[in-house]
C-alpha cells in the first residue's frame, strides 16, 4: 500500500493507467476516471494472471476530499482513462500483497497548461511570545506587494484570550520538534497533508501555536490578505467553528496524502448550520486530523472559536498574497457618521455587553454596608476617546439602577484607576477615593456617560462593579455597558456629580477571559472589526463587612 506519484517535465493531456493483477486491491485517485476495458471475456480478452469480474467505481467524501476508486473481483487487468491536463499526478493503492503493476500512458503533450502549485507565505513567530493579556505578534515575510513589486512584510496581532499551551518560535526556539512532518509509522507516504495538489510549500518547521483551552481566536493584519490557509494538526474530538466558508486542500488520511504526526484521520467534514440567519461553518474531524483548508476572499480580520478544552490542538496560518492596503479608519471617534478622505464612513450601531444582572428584591438580614455582588470583566477599545456608556438595557437607552450603590473601577492599560459610586438612593456606602455620581432610576431614558474613566486611552481595560447595600430590602438593575458608532444614550439631564478624592492604583482582575466581537464594520466591501471586547463576568454572592478604608477590588 502506498500513495503514487507522477510527475511530468510539461503538461499532458489526458492519462491512460493500466493495470495487472489488481486482486484484492483498490486504486483510489483524487480525479474522476472512464473504464476503457477490462479482461472479463466481454469488454476484451482475459489478462495475464486470469479474468476479472464485477468492477466497481466508488465516489466517496468519507475522508474529507473526494476521492474515486476502482476495484474489481477475480484477477482485474484492463484501462482507466483520465481526461484532463496533467503535470502532476497521484493516485494510492490500499493494500499490501504479493505484487500487482501499472503503466502509465498519454495523448501527447497538453496545449493546455495546469495552473502552476501557489505559495503559501506563512505567519513567522521567530521572537514571539504571548502577552498576559492573550496577545501574540506574528510576522509574513516576504509577500510580493503589487505596489512595489518587492518583497513586503505584514504584521500580525493574534488574541487568544484562554492563552496558548506553548508558541514554537521556530528551529532556534525551545521546543524544536516538527508536529507538520508526516507520519511514516501511520502510512508510509511522503506527500504532505498540508500542500495538497495546489499548495507549494509546507509550514515551516517548528513554527506552531499549540492551545489547550475553548475560546474564540482573533487575528487582525496590518494591510489586506488574500486566501488564508489553516494548518490544523491533532484536532481529535474537537472543532474549529469559522464564520467563513472553506474548502479542503490536503488531508492526512493515509489514502490522498500522508498521515499527521499524530497518525490519520478517519473522515474529516465541513458543517454548515444557518440559525437566526447567521452562518457557521465546522471542521470536524476523527481519528488523528491534520491538514489544511483555505478560505478564499480578502480579510483585514479572521475569527474563529475552538470548541472544546482539550489536552492540545495546534495551528499555524499562512496566506497566498497581499494588496497592501491598510485597513480603512474605523467610524467610533463619535456617535455619528463623519467625514473621512472625501465620504462618509458609516458603521454597524451600537453593541452592548451584560456587565450584571439584574437582581430582584431581596431582604437583608444584617446591618451595615455589605458587598452582595461582584462582576469583573475586560473591554478593549482602539481609539482615543471613543464613547462608552452605562446602561440598564441593550440598547442604552435607560440609566441603571443600583440600590444603593454601584462602585465601577476601571483600571487602564497604564494601570491608571478611575472609577465613580452611582446610586439611585442613599451613597452610604461609596468609595471615597472615587466621584459620586446620583442617578435616577431605571425607568428614566438615557444611559451614563462613562467615557471619562477610560482617560482617552487605548488597549484593553478591565472593568470592575462592585454592588453595596446597607438598608433593607435591595435590589438591582441589568448593568451594560454599551459602545460603538451610533450610541444613542446621552448623559442624563440632572445627574449630580460630587468629585472624590483622587486616586491612582494598581489593581487586578480575578475574572476569567472570555472573548466574542463587538462591532463589525462593512467598509469598501471588507469585514473589519473596529474592537474586540473580551468579557469574563461572574457574579459572587457575599457578605463581606464594609471597613472605612479605599475600596479593593475582593
Aim: hydrophobic share 35%.
Amino acid at each position: 500500500a502506498q500513495i503514487i506519484t507522477l510527475e511530468f517535465s510539461e503538461p499532458v493531456e489526458s492519462l491512460v493507467l493500466d493495470f495487472i493483477s489488481i486482486n484484492g486491491n483498490t486504486l483510489v485517485f483524487t480525479n474522476d476516471f472512464t473504464l476503457l476495458s477490462l479482461g472479463d471475456r466481454v469488454i476484451s480478452d482475459c489478462g495475464y494472471w486470469g479474468c476479472s469480474a464485477n468492477p466497481i467505481r466508488t465516489v466517496s467524501d468519507a475522508r474529507g476530499i473526494r476521492t474515486y476508486s476502482f476495484a474489481a473481483s477475480g484477477e482485474p487487468h484492463g484501462a482507466l482513462l483520465f481526461d484532463g491536463s496533467f503535470t502532476k499526478f497521484t493516485f494510492a493503492t490500499t493494500l499490501t500483497e504479493n505484487w500487482h503493476g501499472f503503466t502509465i500512458g498519454t495523448f501527447g503533450v497538453s496545449t493546455v497548461v495546469p495552473p502552476a502549485l501557489i505559495p503559501v507565505y506563512y505567519f513567522n513567530y521567530t521572537g514571539s511570545s504571548i502577552s498576559a493579556d492573550g496577545v501574540l505578534r506574528a510576522a509574513i515575510n516576504d509577500v510580493p506587494n503589487p505596489n512595489t513589486n518587492t518583497p513586503s512584510k505584514v504584521d500580525v496581532k493574534i488574541t487568544l484570550p484562554a492563552g496558548v499551551n506553548l508558541v514554537q518560535t521556530g528551529k532556534g526556539g525551545s521546543n524544536t520538534e516538527d508536529y507538520f512532518k508526516t507520519n511514516v509509522a501511520a502510512s508510509p507516504y511522503t506527500n504532505s497533508p498540508y500542500v495538497g495538489s495546489t499548495l507549494l510549500n509546507n509550514p515551516p518547521a517548528a513554527q506552531l501555536i499549540s492551545i489547550a483551552k475553548a475560546q474564540t481566536i482573533t487575528i487582525e493584519f496590518s494591510y489586506a490578505v488574500t486566501d488564508i490557509v489553516l494548518d490544523f494538526v491533532s484536532i481529535n474530538g474537537n472543532s474549529y467553528i469559522f464564520t467563513d466558508p472553506f474548502t479542503f486542500v490536503g488531508l492526512g488520511n493515509g489514502v490522498t496524502s500522508a498521515c499527521g504526526y499524530w497518525g490519520c484521520t478517519t473522515s474529516t467534514t465541513q458543517t454548515v448550520v444557518t440559525t437566526g440567519g447567521a452562518t457557521t461553518y465546522t471542521l470536524k474531524g476523527d481519528g488523528e486530523p491534520h491538514g489544511a483548508i483555505l478560505f478564499k476572499g480578502t480579510f483585514f480580520r479572521f475569527t474563529f472559536k475552538v470548541a472544546i478544552d482539550e489536552y492540545w490542538n495546534g495551528f499555524t496560518l499562512g496566506v497566498l498574497g497581499s494588496t497592501f492596503i491598510a485597513p480603512p479608519i474605523t467610524c467610533l471617534q463619535s456617535q455619528s457618521s463623519y467625514v473621512i478622505n472625501g465620504g462618509t464612513c458609516s458603521a454597524t450601531g451600537l453593541t452592548c455587553v451584560r456587565l450584571a444582572s439584574a437582581i430582584p428584591q431581596k431582604s437583608q438580614s444584617v446591618s451595615g454596608c455589605y458587598l452582595f455582588a461582584y462582576t469583573s470583566s475586560q473591554l478593549t477599545l482602539d481609539t482615543p476617546g471613543q464613547k462608552v456608556y452605562l446602561s440598564s438595557d441593550a440598547g442604552a437607552t435607560l440609566a441603571p439602577s443600583f440600590d444603593e450603590v454601584g462602585v465601577l473601577a476601571v483600571t487602564s492599560p497604564t494601570k491608571a484607576l478611575r472609577g465613580g459610586n452611582y446610586n439611585s438612593y442613599q451613597l452610604d456606602c461609596s468609595n471615597g477615593n472615587f466621584k459620586k455620581v446620583t442617578i435616577p432610576t431605571s425607568t428614566t431614558p438615557g444611559a451614563v456617560d462613562i467615557t471619562s474613566l477610560f482617560g482617552g486611552e487605548v488597549g484593553t481595560f478591565t472593568i470592575d462593579l462592585s454592588l453595596y447595600n446597607k438598608y433593607n430590602p435591595y435590589s438591582t438593575s441589568d448593568a451594560w455597558v454599551c459602545t460603538g458608532a451610533n450610541l444613542k444614550g446621552a448623559t442624563i439631564a440632572g445627574a449630580v456629580e460630587e468629585q472624590g478624592t483622587s486616586s491612582s492604583q494598581t489593581v487586578v482582575s480575578t475574572g476569567d477571559g472570555y472573548s466574542f466581537n463587538s462591532v463589525v464594520l462593512l467598509i469598501a466591501g471588507f469585514s473589519i472589526a473596529s474592537i474586540v471586547l473580551t468579557i469574563a463576568i461572574f457574579a459572587i454572592v457575599i457578605s463581606v463587612k464594609f471597613s472605612s478604608k479605599p475600596l479593593e477590588t475582593p
